[in-house]
């Protein structure tokens, strides 16, 4: 028996060993060669930490090469990776280990003072990692269990044993653990590397974070099973990113990359004439944005439409027409439909409901949460996704709506309960609504709409109450004060009428820079 997720990404296939997998912006270089020796080492380390097969790998670490080589090795150790977003507070990371309960955390070493006794409270071993150098001294202990060499056989693992768990949640309760196989990760990087058609003579710009599915399984995953190269980058800069296109074929971005790079006057259809592709995903694409880079460079920005859940669900075509406001067409392999909320019947073309979803990508379920679970995933195998959408006479899918009211900020979810859950603790709150308005650079802003009992309270005296709760991403970027929210005859609030007021908020910022 084979590792299953491991054999999809070629991680042991000597057909490839000599060509060029990444490089860094350090000069330095890994070949495949260099891929399955270094996840070899990390696995062999993590095996003798004492991780075993099925227990929970939790890693909140700065982005670097060696971080993506922990994945993999926790892929071949037979663990289950659980990335968690480097912006997480201590009050974050408590729940998650407690959840999760994994059996070894490890984090960046400026925070391990503080994680330290957080890891301690859930019985995890604390390891620390930061961005390795061969003469630094602040690297953090894992590197000191990494062995100078392994010959690692990769544990067995099948299509169905879950490789990774990542956090989402609803506008309600507490974050959910949604848990991938092996077989949801492989399908989808699989499908991806063929409908967007990647091969070996790919150079991919990787500019995203490693903690979020984007930038983990949409880019690297695909990567890896296509054979191709990263310039991997620790962070976005849309001038190193301008400059990379010359030497590079594809980028994966959020629309605030697009954005940013608008503004670059070097962005012209001779500086992106290397390139053969844009995508963008994880938070909406203005049509504006999209017309912009049309003229701009000639070339059409591929969108798609995915989630934490479920991995990768539509994208506009490949070949054919990018539709602006549109996520094209459900990927092959996978179903989506639209439909009644109520009846769970599917709808016709033109009209707008749930969108639904499923195929060998839908998420196993919520870890520890078979309630949960049994509400949202059919018995059928379509999964409710919350997200209402439509289809148009040529068969592609717009989202035009949340049911959860979920706000998707810089292609970070942000949930509202938990923002307002803050705000409400707050001495002077009576309470509070926040929602997502448009916002040109991010997609969508953080906004909340606050009933408050002490006039002197300040929408930045407020912002700062919460700071220490929740990560920037999760931050009101504005805060409006009102004698009263707006309610419906049941009592509830009606957030539509609050996004239509605060429509424009954003714009004078939007445009000051």
């Not at 960046?108 to 995890?124: E, F, I, Q, S, T």
């Not at 701009?296 to 934490?308: D, K």
């Not at 195998?381 to 997200?387: M, P």
Request: hydrophobic share 45%; proline share 5%.
């Amino acid at each position: 028996m084979t590792n299953h997720l491991a054999t999809a990404l070629g991680l042991a296939d000597p057909a490839r060993h000599d060509r060029r997998f990444a490089s860094m912006e350090d000069g330095r270089h890994y070949s495949y060669a260099h891929v399955e020796q270094v996840s070899a080492r990390f696995a062999a380390a993590l095996v003798a930490l004492g991780v075993t097969p099925g227990d929970r790998v939790a890693v909140q670490v700065d982005k670097s090469i060696e971080a993506v080589m922990l994945y993999l090795g926790a892929v071949r150790a037979g663990a289950i990776f659980l990335p968690l977003n480097t912006a997480y507070t201590a009050a974050e990371i408590n729940y998650f280990l407690g959840d999760a309960e994994p059996a070894l955390f490890v984090c960046a070493p400026a925070h391990h003072d503080a994680l330290a006794p957080v890891a301690a409270r859930h019985n995890a071993r604390i390891e620390t990692m930061g961005v390795w150098t061969p003469e630094a001294a602040d690297n953090g202990s894992l590197f000191g269990h990494i062995p100078e060499a392994a010959a690692f056989d990769d544990i067995a693992r099948t299509a169905d044993d879950l490789a990774a768990i990542l956090y989402t949640s609803g506008t309600t309760g507490r974050s959910k653990g949604a848990m991938l196989s092996h077989a949801n990760l492989a399908s989808n990087a699989e499908t991806l590397a063929a409908h967007w058609r990647f091969t070996p003579e790919d150079v991919l710009i990787h500019a995203l974070p490693i903690f979020h599915t984007h930038g983990l399984f949409v880019a690297t995953n695909t990567a890896l099973v296509a054979g191709s190269a990263l310039l991997f980058r620790t962070k976005f800069d849309p001038v190193q990113t301008l400059q990379d296109m010359a030497k590079a074929t594809a980028l994966m971005g959020v629309p605030t990359f697009y954005t940013r790079l608008l503004d670059q006057e070097g962005l012209t259809r001779e500086a992106t004439n290397a390139m053969r592709l844009f995508v963008s995903g994880s938070a909406p694409l203005l049509a504006e944005t999209h017309e912009r880079w049309h003229a701009r460079t000639g070339h059409a920005i591929l969108e798609r439409y995915g989630m934490t859940e479920t991995n990768m669900n539509t994208s506009n075509p490949y070949e054919g027409v990018r539709r602006a406001g549109t996520v094209g067409q459900a990927l092959p392999g996978v179903e989506v439909i639209v439909t009644d909320p109520e009846s769970g019947q599917a709808l016709p073309t033109g009209e707008t409901g749930m969108v639904e979803v499923r195929g060998p990508n839908v998420f196993q379920g919520y870890w520890r949460m078979p309630e949960k679970t049994a509400e949202e995933k059919r018995d059928n195998g379509f999964f409710i996704t919350g997200d209402l959408g439509r289809y148009d006479e040529d068969g592609y899918l717009s989202i035009v709506g949340r049911a959860k009211d979920l706000v998707i900020s810089g292609g970070y979810n942000v949930y509202p309960k938990e923002v307002e859950t803050a705000l409400d603790t707050v001495e002077g709150v009576v309470e509070s609504a926040v929602i997502g308005l448009p916002h040109p650079d991010f997609g969508e802003g953080v906004a909340a709409v606050v009933v408050r009992s002490d006039a002197a309270l300040t929408e930045e005296a407020l912002v700062a109450a919460v700071a220490g709760d929740l990560a920037r991403y999760k931050q009101p970027r504005r805060v409006f004060f009102v004698e009263a929210l707006p309610r419906n005859t049941m009592g509830k609030v009606q957030k539509k009428d609050l996004r239509q007021t605060y429509a424009e908020a954003f714009q004078p910022e939007a445009k000051a820079g």
